[in-house]
């Protein structure tokens, strides 16, 4: 018996790491070379493109295509049909695979629904990209981003509530009992110890 599950109308290829307690839903590809870690969840008409990498509980919904290129830590958020590249100039008579770029989503990351994230940044820790954005440079760890291109409108904790810095430059979130603090346009969590 496999360690994970995969309907009847996925496909999986040759050749791929499949972790325990992972989910593959409706007419979904899994094709070759490629990392799935434990308790991910990909849902309907997702394609997991060779040598990706996703960490363990990654949630992919939706009709997302996972380029390769793309790696993807533990607990990452992408949202329904949210688009990424891996070419910056494509053109259908030029080959191009020697130039597929990387591109690094950081753990607990969000991206929502039909976001479209440029080939070759970095998406960092716990960021949150809103719906519909277009993310053309790299994105802080806890930032909030939002728009066309995408700019950054805030700061977000790891339990996805706004953070609002006070004049000291701390922030609580109520929700997680949780306190950050906000330094040189860095966020990090102070640790309650």
């Not at 690094?104 to 969000?110: L, T």
């Not at 109520?174 to 346009?185: F, H, P």
């Amino acid at each position: 018996m496999k360690p994970y599950f995969a309907h009847e109308t996925s496909v999986i290829d040759h050749d791929c790491t499949i972790g325990e307690g992972t989910n593959i839903w409706h007419f979904s590809h899994i094709m070759s070379n490629c990392v799935l870690g434990k308790n991910c969840n990909l849902g309907q008409n997702v394609v997991i493109s060779p040598e990706v990498i996703l960490g363990n509980n990654v949630k992919v919904q939706n009709n997302v295509s996972v380029y390769t290129g793309v790696i993807c830590e533990d607990d990452v958020f992408l949202g329904p049909s949210m688009v990424f590249t891996n070419i910056i100039n494509p053109r259908s008579a030029i080959k191009r695979k020697d130039q597929y770029k990387k591109t690094y989503v950081k753990k607990g990351a969000s991206i929502g629904a039909n976001a479209t994230i440029i080939c070759g940044i970095n998406i960092g820790e716990y960021a949150l990209i809103g719906a519909g954005s277009v993310v053309v440079k790299d994105v802080l760890p806890y930032a909030l981003v939002v728009g066309n291109p995408s700019r950054q409108i805030g700061w977000i904790s790891e339990y996805g509530h706004r953070l609002n810095f006070n004049e000291l430059g701390f922030a609580f979130c109520s929700e997680s009992k949780e306190e950050y603090q906000l330094k040189a346009n860095r966020v990090q969590k102070v640790d309650s110890a």
